[in-house]
């Protein structure tokens, strides 16, 4: 899988695999119909992040969390 380009199934792999690494409880704001794919570039700046950075503390994930909550469709 290259990540490197913008589509429906790496954005889907891209917001589980956050939501695996961020620990969301609530999977429904990971859904990948309520993202754009114009947004995919920040998407993956993201999880590029979040994989180097390997373990993230409670402060960091709510961070991100609300970074993605930034790039939701309104």
């Given at each position: 899988?290259?990540?490197?380009?913008?589509s429906k199934?790496?954005?889907?792999?891209?917001?589980?695999?956050?939501?695996e690494?961020?620990?969301?409880?609530?999977?429904?704001?990971?859904?990948p119909?309520d993202?754009d794919l114009?947004?995919?570039e920040?998407l993956?700046?993201?999880?590029?992040?979040?994989i180097?950075?390997g373990q993230?503390?409670?402060?960091?994930?709510q961070?991100?969390?609300?970074?993605?909550?930034?790039?939701r469709?309104?």
């Amino acid at each position: 899988m290259d990540l490197d380009y913008p589509s429906k199934e790496n954005l889907k792999y891209i917001l589980d695999e956050l939501a695996e690494c961020l620990t969301v409880a609530n999977r429904a704001i990971m859904d990948p119909e309520d993202y754009d794919l114009n947004k995919y570039e920040d998407l993956k700046l993201m999880y590029d992040m979040i994989i180097q950075k390997g373990q993230l503390s409670a402060s960091e994930s709510q961070a991100f969390i609300e970074e993605l909550r930034s790039v939701r469709k309104a």
